[in-house]
């Protein structure tokens, strides 16, 4: 079981940035393939950024490539969400998400792959 908790949210504006922090839970934290989805409201949560548990693999979303960088502490069981050059179409809930029992190189996309999610944090982008 792992327990995942979003933080770093907030009000910012357009060409701002902001770092978003995935706090988990359990000793196993390094074994796992971690994502960030988003949600805005009236729409279908969505692929964000994503990053094998080897931390060789990073995938992004073409909405936030060079924009969005994700990255991991395997020490401090913590992924973060660096964003930067944020657009008002950037609103939305962000989550993390984790997936166990999975190649090391492998950073799933979609979010039928993902085991655990938590519950989200608010960022909002003023234009």
């Known amino acids: 079981q792992v327990q995942l908790v979003e933080s770093g949210g907030g009000l910012v504006q357009a060409g701002g940035s902001l770092r978003l922090s995935c706090a988990a839970s359990?000793?196993?934290?390094?074994?796992?393939?971690m994502g960030w989805f988003r949600q805005a409201p009236g729409k279908e949560r969505e692929f964000v950024a994503a990053?094998?548990?080897?931390?060789?693999?990073?995938r992004y979303a073409d909405s936030v490539k060079g924009r969005f960088t994700i990255s991991r502490d395997n020490f401090k069981n913590t992924v973060y969400l660096q964003m930067n050059s944020l657009k008002s179409e950037d609103t939305a809930v962000y989550y993390c998400?984790?997936?166990?029992?999975?190649?090391?190189?492998?950073?799933?996309?979609?979010?039928?792959?993902?085991?655990?999610w938590g519950q989200g944090t608010q960022v909002t982008v003023s234009s």
């Open positions: 998400a984790a997936k166990g029992s999975i190649w090391p190189t492998m950073a799933p996309t979609r979010t039928s792959e993902y085991d655990y």
């Open positions: 359990g000793r196993t934290f390094r074994s796992y393939a």
């Open positions: 990053m094998s548990w080897s931390g060789g693999n990073t």
